[in-house]
């Protein structure tokens, strides 16, 4: 089962919990189109609207524990109208985290898979013309430190070793796995062994092709490091710094209380850690899957 971030509950009683909550996740269900997709690529034995359930019961959890520490909070001078709707928007923060978390997971596999490629097909490419057969090759990756490329060639050596082809391991590998580049190879090397070509220079070509494609994600990846460095700087650095000025200057016209004016520092504080998160965030989903 598929763990859930943010979940204060056991997986077991999340999910016998989550049974109140089929009904709603049904409606739900068609605005998260792409949750499905998501779940397979994740290898994850549960279905979208089950795992929106769990979702839904754990930001409930989580909603009523940050009510508690909202109140507790509220003891301490910070007014109501402020609290109530942080935890309102903290709350839905954490079910659209919730909501994504499978996509992350699958691009994580993806960067297993894709990081590892490159010396996969090295490897692969000089056993090849070593003489060594195209089964030894599959068990030697699979037992070599590749990662989600050797984990992925584990699963096929043990399908191969109960009986069945070759090629129609490849295949369904090729079909599971989320990574195109990955896909993409496998399918020349099923397309190599059908027409009896030689594997030795689909392989070759194969990896010219994930050289040009690491180069091209290089490339890009520079080209969107200068927009997001203005982002940062207008929105963590520039915005925080005028707000608290523009907030000083409001304080000394309008007769704000002490807790009030604790409570908007204390909110621009949150806001800018959010941003900081959230660009932090950004940086490391835009890193190339081709690059450690």
Known sequence: MIKIPFAFLPPQLLYKYSRLFLGFSEKLEPRFHFLALNLEQTEARIRPIEYI?????????????????????????????????????????????????????????????????????????????????????????????????????????????????????????????????????????????????DISSLIKEVMQAVSDEQLTQIQRYGGQLSPLALFYMLIAIIAPSLGITFIIILSSFVALGEGATKAIFYALLIITLFFQIMFLGMIKTRRPTLIS
């Open 53 to 197: 359930s769990m979702c839904l019961a754990s930001v409930t959890v989580f909603f009523f524990f940050s009510l508690i520490i909202c109140f507790i909070v509220i003891g301490l001078g910070v007014p109501l109208f402020i609290s109530i709707p942080i935890v309102l928007f903290v709350s839905l923060f954490v079910f659209m985290q919730q909501m994504a978390y499978p996509k992350l997971v699958a691009s994580r596999r993806i960067r297993g898979v894709e990081i590892n490629l490159l010396p996969a097909l090295q490897d692969m490419y000089i056993q090849l013309n070593s003489g060594v057969p195209l089964f030894n090759i599959l068990v030697n990756i699979a037992h070599a430190d590749y990662g989600g490329v050797s984990e992925e060639f584990s699963k096929g050596v043990r399908e191969i070793g109960a009986g069945r082809s070759q090629v129609d391991v490849l295949e369904e590998m090729a079909v599971r796995n989320p990574s195109m580049l990955f896909r993409r190879a496998l399918w020349q090397l099923v397309s190599g062994m059908k027409e009896g070509s």
